[in-house]
């Protein structure tokens, strides 16, 4: 592939709900482009895109991965991103390095979830969108309600460019609103027709483009209302603007498994997608804080983003970059603004699926990549020392499901973590964090497809099989009553014996441990005996009475006690308190605690009642419920006991059909109801027998 600059550069993101055909798309597009002579297919694991196989296996994408084709003198990097829910992050990198989204939908499914958060993300990045029809070849499909849906729910910026005209339920033609030209498709070739008789249709979409042109500027606006016809070139010109501002939202359609409407499609990214040159330019901020602007020059000083890493346990890492300004070179010296350290760069590559082309240089706004730089990572700058500049990184969605991780055998713990800390590096929505109280290693992610699909790549990258469980609940102990009790130890031998006598008190108090006192009169303890009093105590307070959780919330005074001159010791001591402990807390009725989240989970307004009806089934207590800063939906507050929240992101998935999300943090410890305490209580005994 041949050298282009930012002017002749389209980076475009293919996103949409999972099954509406990206990957086919992008397929087609290749075919199309004239990249390749066959036409992949996602069943047939054969795909460009799809060569995991992890991907191969599912038939599905769960990552990222870019094709770089030419078209009519222009290149395009198409980002290839899973639909899944569970792979969002793949979705967030591809958006990061775009400069315009093309919303695939299908033509038999309609606008789903995936359509509408991948539309709204690309709204949120500020990036153009354009909308794809896709699979209008099956029996069911049905562009013309697609398209009111679309116009329902994307609202007024949606304009159609290609349309089909259908007959019994069959696409005979494309129809080109732009161009008023009509095309027959037989083996991915377009043909022109004659113009199908549409009756008022055709002109009201005609119209409707030249009203969306119309708003672009004010000289474009008079002459549409002096009745002037615009020329080709306005139209097209008129349209890029609106496509770049976000005030037009243009329509393709067609048929990637028939190559039907593909090379419309290219066409309209060619035109109507802004270059690279128009949108790539950033601004970032220096060491100081202060603003910096980027534009898109290839004369400037260099600086890029890191949006992917893809690991690979022979190779190392592979980084997928973006230049923002200036140019990467192999054999330079570059600043990671993270870690403060310099790295030098070795090959440069473009990325077409799964083949690495080594490349001469990667210019401002073109995407390339590079391999082993030994401390970069996903969301990192890269940037001449001479200008410090730290680009926005990637927004990736917080995981939401979290599985304790055990060794299938015994001494792969160790592989474990370096496996999965390896795998971070390529998905950042993954996170391991070793729990301290319950000394689990816990593994989060954004589904369970997600961790299935970590799982798997643990095993074939790094050869450890692992098994997941759901994690140990942190519970505490403490007590309700007062007491006070003796603890005496006491045992002859040949020689010298052992002899610690204490009297203690313990009651409640707020504290998340224990609190240690000593009002003893006259000696009856020496002072150089308290410190293995205090530690006897506290080792012992590490394991409580009822299920083995630690004792927090407890006062306990050393009052009274006595000693031998010669048989006392501080082990004798410390075991004598141990005794007081065990005697004690047993006394002084001990209850269980458990540990309770603060809930926030944003929802559909539709879904609020089953929402709260599921959280009260939980033994939740909602706090209230507020408007969300995203449309139509509400902010459901609530506090809940965390051993109940275990199953929860796939019950609000399931109930919001995707569409919501929530945050759990520990807010307190609150005693458990009887029941519960009775059930954890009787797993601890039967474990210990």
């Avoid at 220096?286 to 020059?297: A, F, I, Q, R, S």
């Avoid at 940037?383 to 979290?402: D, H, K, M, Q, Y």
Wanted: charged residues 25%; glycine residues 10%; contains cysteine.
């Amino acid at each position: 592939m041949k050298q282009y600059n930012a002017k002749h550069i389209r980076n475009v993101a293919l996103v949409g709900h999972a099954g509406s055909g990206k990957t086919s798309l992008a397929e087609a597009i290749a075919y199309t482009a004239g990249l390749t002579d066959r036409l992949g297919k996602v069943a047939d694991g054969n795909t460009i895109c799809d060569f995991d196989p992890e991907e191969i296996k599912r038939g599905a994408s769960v990552s990222m991965s870019l094709l770089p084709v030419e078209w009519k003198d222009t290149k395009i990097n198409l980002l290839d991103t899973p639909g899944s829910f569970d792979f969002s992050g793949g979705m967030s990198e591809g958006v990061r390095a775009a400069g315009s989204a093309v919303v695939v939908i299908s033509g038999k499914s309609g606008i789903t979830v995936g359509a509408q958060k991948a539309l709204a993300a690309a709204r949120k990045k500020g990036i153009a969108q354009l909308l794809f029809v896709n699979k209008l070849d099956s029996e069911h499909a049905d562009f013309y309600k697609v398209f009111e849906d679309m116009k329902a729910k994307f609202g007024p910026t949606v304009c159609p460019l290609v349309v089909p005209f259908v007959e019994n339920h069959k696409v005979i033609c494309y129809v080109n609103i732009l161009e008023y030209k009509a095309y027959t498709y037989k083996d991915g070739k377009a043909t022109e027709c004659s113009l199908p008789d549409m009756g008022h249709r055709l002109d009201g979409l005609r119209t409707a483009i030249n009203e969306a042109v119309a708003e672009t500027s004010e000289e474009l606006m008079e002459k549409y209302f002096s009745g002037v016809d615009f020329t080709p070139d306005e139209l097209i010109m008129g349209l890029a603007t609106g496509v770049r501002r976000g005030e037009i939202c243009p329509v393709y359609c067609g048929s990637s498994q028939m190559l039907e409407g593909i090379d419309q499609l290219l066409n309209g990214l060619m035109w109507l997608a802004p270059w690279a040159e128009t949108v790539a330019g950033e601004t970032g901020v220096d060491p100081n804080g202060e603003e910096v602007h980027l534009t898109v020059n290839e004369q400037a000083q260099t600086a890029a983003i890191v949006f992917k890493t893809v690991v690979d346990p022979f190779v190392g890492k592979l980084l997928y970059f973006k230049v923002i300004s200036g140019k990467m070179t192999p054999d330079s010296s570059l600043l990671n603004m993270r870690t403060g350290t310099t790295e030098k760069l070795g090959k440069l590559f473009m990325v077409r699926g799964k083949r690495q082309e080594e490349v001469p240089c990667v210019v401002a706004g073109d995407i390339g990549a590079v391999a082993k730089l030994a401390v970069t990572n996903t969301g990192d700058t890269l940037c001449a020392p001479v200008r410090p500049v730290i680009l926005p990184g990637v927004n990736f969605e917080a995981p939401s499901l979290s599985m304790a991780v055990y060794a299938k055998n015994k001494g792969d713990e160790e592989k474990i973590v370096a496996g999965l800390n390896r795998l971070k590096e390529e998905d950042p929505t993954i996170a391991l964090e070793l729990n301290g109280e319950t000394r689990e290693q816990v593994l989060s992610g954004l589904g369970e497809q997600h961790l299935d699909v970590t799982v798997s790549k643990l095993k074939a990258k790094f050869g450890v099989d692992v098994v997941l469980k759901a994690p140990k609940v942190p519970y505490r102990e403490t007590i309700r009553g007062k007491v006070k009790v003796q603890g005496r130890h006491k045992k002859q031998s040949g020689g010298h014996g052992q002899f610690g006598d204490v009297w203690i008190e313990f009651e409640p108090c707020d504290s998340e441990e224990l609190i240690f006192e000593e009002t003893v009169f006259g000696g009856s303890v020496p002072k150089n005996y308290f410190p293995a009093v205090e530690k006897g105590l506290r080792d012992s307070a590490k394991q409580g009475v009822l299920a083995g959780f630690p004792l927090v919330g407890v006062k306990a005074t050393l009052v009274d006690g006595s000693y031998h001159p010669v048989d006392s010791s501080e082990m004798a001591f410390k075991t004598a308190a141990s005794l007081a402990y065990k005697d004690g807390i047993v006394k002084a009725s001990p209850v269980l605690l458990e540990p309770i989240s603060t809930v926030y989970a944003y929802v559909p307004n539709d879904t609020t009642g089953d929402i709260m009806g599921d959280i009260n089934k939980r033994r939740g207590r909602i706090i209230g419920m507020n408007p969300a800063d995203e449309p139509d939906m509400t902010c459901v507050s609530a506090e809940v006991p965390m051993a109940e929240m275990a199953d929860y992101s796939k019950m609000l998935r399931s109930t919001t059909q995707g569409r919501g999300h929530f945050t759990a943090n520990f807010a307190r410890y609150e005693e458990a109801p009887m029941n519960v305490a009775k059930k954890i209580m009787d797993e601890y005994h039967a474990e210990e027998e």
